[in-house]
């Protein structure tokens, strides 16, 4: 229903002029470099330019409107942000001030959700208490970014099919103190392919699909041996989960800045809406950043992984040791027992109806928590499908899973739930509003899985 | 593995008759393929062009009806993994099919024939076979491997053969001779259930064939009322159906209770029946025309897909496999009073008597019209894409016979997860367990509030003899802090002896160690429940709630026991009720509570929950054959929580305080007279 196919011509020539128009200063990976045949080269979204030269302060404009653009080698008519998918790169440091103005040229309302971003609620781009920007109307968002975040935007209104359609982009909030890596990517993870009257273009059990990153399939970065990689890699999908792996692959960073010390996982999971900063230290052999099947219902893992990324060195030599990230190592809060809110996720693939403690949004019972009291959240999944779930407006720390604390401190505002499991996170509390909590699985949101938490 | 194939091998068929011998065209020297075919399908039943025929494209979905003139056009998907088929369903006749072949026939006809709706008493129910065992097409392990091991391992595989069923159906007790007749059974002959041979066997307390056939002791053979018990619990017994013995059951009768045929014989449900079971809810309908290829009957065989055209299952599609109708034949229960020469209320049970309620409460809570029962208790299992996944002649591919790959999630468990399945941790998720603590002026006062947050019914639910129930216990400095107040639990948590008053000095059982917990009554519970024991029932709330509030006084330890009485470690206050209870642990984990047995904690301080169905004679907590009432129900709603309050004593300190939510599955004193091992299980734990 939502792509329309007007070409298919496969960029075997390996060259993307997709949101390559401009090149960022941090983030200045453009599509130059020559890739192995069949490849394309990797490209970084272009960066947004900043329409106030007072420092601290980020000013754009994003213009939402139907937009026919290359992804994976086919032309298709979607939506973009500034005529560009994904939208303009906005990037700023923690304690900037963004004021964005949306202007939508679409046919229909949008808003435009800073997620991962702590901002007042009328500001977080929510129909809930505020309509949404009508067609040919504008919105001026603006607050204030005080941490550092991987995080993006996107519409939260007829959200399934608006992202789907490809309108969002990506919102680096970066501390001045990281090190700086000889290549900064940003990876903007999204899925394509499936039947259209599915209504949704994500694989949901299987990735069959085709992931692409930035719109280019399995792009390929040149590098020197010997150099620093840092990505921020960001799932954009409606529904599709990446399992990621990569030789030498370190996670520094989540969706909320550094984590207290790196990670090196078997997989790095990141459900629909979930992030990370990883690094990598190539050295003579090249590296492959792979994405494996993955199965929300729990499925087996089968078949081959997939590589959405290449990084080939083109020199050989010794791998780095590493960027000296300014870690901070901390344990996991306490459970401090009592629960505040506890909700619990029912639904059926089979039936299409997703609800939250029975009750399908926007028929929902609102829990109130008060301000500055930090308070425990417990969500419990019931379906037999996993959950990446979302809260806007603050960053949680995850107390537990099936009682069991994590490693390490970690602080998320997207996080996966598995089949029956518990989860608990402790939500601060500090930011007054309406504040929704769902599944990032947009056609579970849209089905009802989204409900409404305040503090007052 | 199968889904995978289906994932990996996407064979797309070549429309070219045979490359050799074609022709080749310059302008298109590649093999040229086929995506889709659109087709017209002719559909006749007995001869007749038929209206409102299903077809669908075997394992592709989206059907398309047939008109008047018994038409309907189909786009078919030529590059599905397997056989191209053609498949038409319709309500009254086996589904059929016509492959497609090649690209050249686009119009098919579809001739169906009228199943035989007579229900044939001679049909044997198929064997369900075992897990990993195929001797034969005949057993449904044959192909339907994943399903039948799921199913292998199920409480409704264990319908009949349940011990605990069986032991109320007859009446007996798990003892020895000697200890039977200790305990004032009776040591007689009777039959073994699931083989009708003569044994030896202890009857002992209430039991379906004695209480309804008014017979001392057992009756095995001599019973001639049965109470319907095996409408639902042996519905396999072939013959006549309905308003059999249980112990006629034998054999796979007996050993695979609901098993695979039986539940898939279900042709239509009538959910206003007033008969459980297979008596009147569940109508089956068994095969009468004649097989072929040695089988003796055509096979007959009901099911949620309309493209299973394989001649081997001989399908029908029926929707009451994908909601809660055919779940309701057995899990909604209402009954009037069995036992000869008693009654009913006709006005206080109009409807009789709520047994098993689960479906109601599910159909009028708020996930009823969202999900379906099978939503929880079966859900997908996504690694198996294919009903049959053959894994014994994986090289069939898919199609009519083999069945083709279905999305991952169509096909869904058979193991009915729930309070009996551990692993599936439902009860653990089911419900919320929340406590405060506020200091008064003679101790601590702790709020302890139940939260039923997970399930679409009621908790407890199924089982009348079921029971929730939170129990805490306090700590000061290390040292047990004893309760004072607040409410108590009540006699069924278990007691080893009671005494309504008196002394309170003699305890025949008593051992030093034991726990003597004193309680009184101050009026009747105050609570919402279910039904006409909620606050705002729609067909009007009963006046007299039935359960009393019973609250904590105080408790002592046995310290010394002799003929003349027992000493105990401090005096007990006066109440209304007196315990002797022995070896309460609190588990902590939810492994402890399934390994240590159920605690007494009748007198101790928490609150239960459950449906309280009354004997003729008074008793509370009967099992429901021999119920003539239901005095009391304060289970807890969907969505909906239960609070109490309970005071410990004084303590300089905030006292430590646990908390745990247990799941028991009978009641005590039955599983104690019974001799049956009795788990809790832990479903929440909360301290302070």
Not at chain 2, 429 to 451: H, I, K, R
Request: proline letters at 8%; hydrophobic letters at 35%.
């Amino acid at each position: 229903m939502i792509w329309l196919l007007l070409a298919c011509t496969h960029s075997g020539d390996g060259v993307d002029s997709v949101g390559t128009e401009e090149t960022a200063a941090d983030t200045e990976e453009t599509a130059v470099d020559t890739a192995p045949p069949g490849r394309p080269a990797f490209a970084n979204p272009a960066l947004a330019e900043d329409q106030n030269p007072e420092p601290g302060v980020f000013e754009l404009t994003l213009s939402a409107a139907p937009h026919d653009f290359q992804v994976a080698g086919q032309q298709v008519s979607g939506y973009a942000y500034n005529g560009q998918n994904p939208g303009p790169l906005i990037q700023v440091e923690a304690g900037d001030i963004l004021t964005a103005t949306l202007q939508n040229g679409l046919e229909n309302g949008s808003t435009i959700h800073w997620h991962g971003a702590s901002v007042p609620w009328e500001m977080d781009g929510v129909p809930w208490m505020i309509g949404p920007v009508q067609a040919g109307e504008s919105k001026t968002y603006t607050f204030q970014l005080s941490e550092p975040i991987t995080g993006w935007y996107h519409p939260h209104f007829d959200t399934e099919r608006q992202v789907d359609l490809g309108l969002y982009g990506v919102l680096l909030v970066k501390d001045p103190a990281w090190p700086v890596a000889d290549h900064e990517l940003v990876l903007v993870a999204d899925t394509w392919g499936e039947a259209p009257e599915e209504g949704h273009h994500s694989g949901f059990v299987f990735q069959e699909n085709t992931w692409t990153i930035n719109g280019l399939e399995s792009p390929v970065l040149k590098v020197e041996a010997g150099q620093s990689v840092v990505a921020h890699v960001l799932n954009v999908s409606n529904m599709g989960y990446l399992s990621l792996s990569a030789e030498g692959m370190r996670v520094v960073g989540g969706e909320q800045g550094l984590l207290p010390a790196p990670t090196t996982p078997e997989r790095l999971l990141l459900g629909p809406g979930d992030r990370a900063i990883v690094e990598f230290s190539p050295g003579t052999q090249e590296i492959e950043l792979l994405t494996h099947p993955y199965s929300v219902a729990g499925a087996s893992e089968l078949g081959d992984p997939v590589s959405i990324l290449g990084i080939h060195p083109s020199t050989s030599g010794a791998a780095n040791a590493g960027l000296d990230w300014p870690f901070e190592s901390a344990a996991p809060t306490p459970d401090p027992g009592k629960t505040a809110v506890r909700y619990v996720f029912q639904g059926d693939e089979q039936t299409g109806q997703w609800r939250i403690n029975g009750e399908a949004f926007p028929d929902v019972t609102i829990e109130t928590l008060p301000e500055g009291v930090p308070a425990v959240i417990e969500v419990r999944n019931l379906s037999a499908t996993e959950h990446p779930f979302h809260l806007h407006g603050m960053s949680f720390e995850v107390l537990s899973v099936d009682g069991v604390p994590p490693d390490q401190r970690t602080i998320q505002d997207t996080v996966n739930i598995g089949i029956r499991q518990t989860l608990r996170i402790l939500v601060p509390a500090d930011n007054v509003g309406d504040w929704m909590a769902h599944c990032h699985i947009l056609p579970h949101a849209e089905g009802g899985m989204m409900t409404v938490l305040r503090v007052e | 593995m199968m889904l995978l194939l289906a994932l990996a091998c996407v064979d797309t068929p070549i429309v070219d008759s045979d490359p050799v011998d074609s022709p080749v065209d310059a302008r298109d020297s590649a093999v040229q393929v086929l995506e889709s075919l659109d087709v017209v399908v002719n559909v006749t039943l007995d001869g007749a062009p038929v209206e409102g025929a299903w077809v669908v494209q075997g394992g592709r979905g989206g059907h398309q009806l047939t008109d008047a003139q018994g038409t309907a056009s189909l786009t078919l998907d030529m590059t599905l993994y397997g056989e191209v088929a053609v498949s038409v369903s319709h309500p009254e006749a086996r589904t059929e099919h016509q492959t497609v072949r090649d690209g050249e026939t686009t119009t098919f006809t579809v001739e169906m024939v009228r199943y035989n709706r007579s229900d044939n008493l001679d049909y044997v129910f198929g064997d369900p076979g075992i897990p990993d065992v195929a001797d034969t097409t005949a057993q449904c392990s044959h192909c339907h491997k994943t399903i039948n091991r799921s199913w292998y391992g199920s409480p409704h595989r264990d319908a009949a053969s349940n011990p605990w069923v069986q032991g109320i159906y007859a009446g007996t007790a798990d003892l020895e001779q000697s200890a039977c007749e200790d305990a004032g059974g009776s040591w007689e002959l009777g039959l073994q259930p699931g083989t009708r041979a003569e044994i030896s066997r202890c009857y002992l307390g209430s039991g379906t064939l004695p209480d309804l056939n008014a017979c001392e002791g057992g009756c095995d053979e001599t019973a001639r009322v049965f109470g319907q018990c095996a409408d639902c619990h042996a519905p396999g017994i072939n013959g006549v159906l309905g308003e059999r013995d249980l112990l006629e059951a034998v054999g796979m009768e007996h050993s695979e209770g609901v098993s695979c045929d039986v539940c898939h014989k279900v042709e239509s449900t009538d959910p206003d029946s007033s008969e459980p079971g297979i008596s009147g809810w569940l109508n089956l309908m068994r095969p009468s025309e004649e097989g072929a290829l040695g089988q003796e009957y055509f096979p007959l065989m009901f099911g949620p897909y309309p493209d299973v055209p394989s001649p081997v299952m001989g399908s029908v599609a029926r929707d009451h496999y994908q909601d809660g109708s055919l779940c309701g034949g057995c899990h909604e229960h209402w009954q009037d009073a069995l036992i000869p020469e008693t009654a009913v209320d006709a006005e206080r049970w109009p409807d009789g008597l709520p047994v098993h309620t689960t479906y109601s409460e599910w159909q009028q809570g708020p996930l009823g019209d969202a999900l379906a029962c099978q939503s929880c208790h079966m859900p997908p299992d996504p690694n198996v894409g294919n009903a049959a996944d053959l894994g014994n002649i994986i090289d069939l591919q898919p199609g009519v016979v083999p069945g083709w790959m279905r999305p991952a999630g169509q096909v869904r468990e058979h193991s009915w997860v729930g309070p009996r399945t551990p692993e599936s941790q439902m009860l653990q998720l089911a419900a919320g367990l929340d406590l405060n603590m506020e200091q008064t002026e003679t101790g601590w006062l702790v709020s302890a509030t139940v939260s039923n947050v997970g399930p679409a019914h009621y908790i407890p639910t199924g089982e009348p003899m079921r029971q929730i129930f939170v129990v805490l216990q306090a700590t000061c400095a290390g040292q047990p802090l004893p309760a004072t107040g607040g409410a108590a639990l009540p006699a069924w948590l278990g007691a080893l002896e009671s005494q309504e008053s008196g002394d309170w000095s003699l305890w025949p059982s008593a051992q030093v160690g034991d726990v003597i917990r004193v309680v009184q009554d101050v009026g009747p519970l105050a609570y919402s429940g279910w039904g006409p024991f909620s606050e705002s029932s729609t067909d009007g709330s009963f006046t007299d709630k039935g359960l009393r509030d019973e609250r904590v006084v105080g408790s002592a330890v046995v310290t010394w026991v002799g003929e003349e009485g027992v000493i105990l470690d401090r005096e007990l206050p006066s109440g209304d009720r007196a315990y002797l209870v022995r070896g309460a642990v609190l588990p902590s984990t939810v492994q402890e509570s399934a390994e240590q047995s159920a605690g007494m904690w009748a007198g101790a301080p928490g609150m239960s929950f459950q449906r309280v169905m009354a004997g003729v004679d008074g008793d509370w907590m009967v099992p429901h054959h021999a119920a003539v009432d239901v005095v009391a129900d304060n289970r807890i709603a969907p969505g909906e929580s239960a609070s109490s309050t309970h005071l410990f004593g004084a303590c300089a300190e905030p006292p430590q305080v646990q908390a745990a939510l247990l799941h028991r599955g009978t009641t005590w004193a039955l599983a104690h007279q019974k001799n049956w091992t009795l788990n809790d299980s832990l479903m929440a734990k909360e301290s302070l």
